[in-house]
């Protein structure tokens, strides 16, 4: 039998640490250890999981780890061979470990895998597997789409969306780097995309098993109630938050990026910063002052990347 982890990162948001547990210990195939980083700053929080389930390590943080850093705390206190990586605000139907699992045998170089991401309500798709377009963003394969009859076969793709995503341990030990699974300098945004990239580069292969089935409130830990399951996320973000998911996005490219690649998609690249920095000129300029008030940080982060 597989020895499987599971890793929840929570704020305490709303109710979906408890209904995310719930999924989790109501599985067909149950995991062997269950580890939740709490970033709420609550001390209640911990002891309501700890009596709720007895079962759990619950790591109360004194301060927000956000999601890199929790994940590489728990990652770090776990032996399972694979490890699920969950936002509390997911939700798994009941076979989603053992169909997952199976996904894994396909061959032994599969080191990611994801499943069939639905929205929290309805029939409609969350995500189906991580892209990387023509001008370096990570795109969620069906994201918005109706679910029925598309994306039924089981196959290869990119990368794992970061939501509910299952790593065998042979490649997070591989690909690590340094201290650290997921980049520490990603807070939040594209520490999905970066590893996946990563593990592609060191020739593992991520796997798409559409019988894993989960739900998933899209941004239900940190947008506003008007932005949770929307589409373009970064109209719902705060500027600090929109500064990360620039920032990250950069860095995953000069981390991961190779000179021919760099070349063949120049164009596309500078045609997207045309679009994106033109719609935060007209639409959020406050995030100007906040990406340059931060320039010498960047720079910095620029040079670790080498």
């Excluded at 109360?60 to 780890?65: G, T």
Aim: glycine content about 6%; some cysteine; charged content about 25%.
């Amino acid at each position: 039998m597989f020895k499987v982890s599971v890793i929840i990162v929570t704020i305490g948001a709303k109710d979906y640490i408890k209904s995310s547990l719930d999924s989790v210990f109501k599985q067909t195939s149950l995991p062997q250890e269950v580890i939740v980083i709490d970033n709420s700053l609550k001390p209640e929080l911990g002891l309501q999981i700890n009596k709720l389930y007895p079962l759990v390590k619950v790591y109360s943080e004194k301060e927000n780890l956000f999601y890199s850093l929790s994940l590489n705390k728990g990652i770090d206190s776990t032996r399972g061979e694979f490890v699920l990586c969950l936002n509390d605000d997911v939700v798994l139907e009941r076979d989603f470990i053992q169909e997952a699992l199976k996904a894994f045998l396909v061959n032994n170089k599969i080191g990611l895998v994801g499943g069939r991401m639905l929205r929290s309500k309805g029939e409609i798709l969350d995500s189906t597997g991580l892209f990387l377009t023509p001008w370096r963003s990570a795109k969620d394969r069906g994201y918005g789409m109706a679910s029925l009859n598309v994306f039924d076969e089981p196959g290869f793709i990119f990368g794992v969306n970061g939501a509910a995503a299952f790593y065998r341990r042979k490649m997070l030990e591989e690909i690590k780097e340094g201290a650290d699974y997921f980049d520490s300098r990603f807070r939040m945004f594209y520490e999905d995309m970066d590893i996946s990239w990563r593990a592609n580069k060191k020739g593992w292969r991520a796997y798409y098993f559409p019988s894993a089935v989960a739900r998933h409130v899209r941004g239900g830990s940190f947008r506003p109630d008007c932005g949770i399951d929307k589409a373009v996320a970064r109209r719902y973000l705060d500027e600090h938050l929109h500064y990360e998911l620039i920032k990250n996005r950069y860095l995953t490219i000069l981390k991961n990026e190779t000179f021919s690649g760099f070349i063949l998609h120049l164009l596309p690249v500078l045609i997207y910063e045309l679009h994106l920095w033109a719609y935060i000129l007209f639409f959020q300029p406050k995030l100007i002052k906040v990406v340059f008030g931060n320039l010498k940080k960047i720079l910095s982060e620029r040079k670790k990347s080498f």
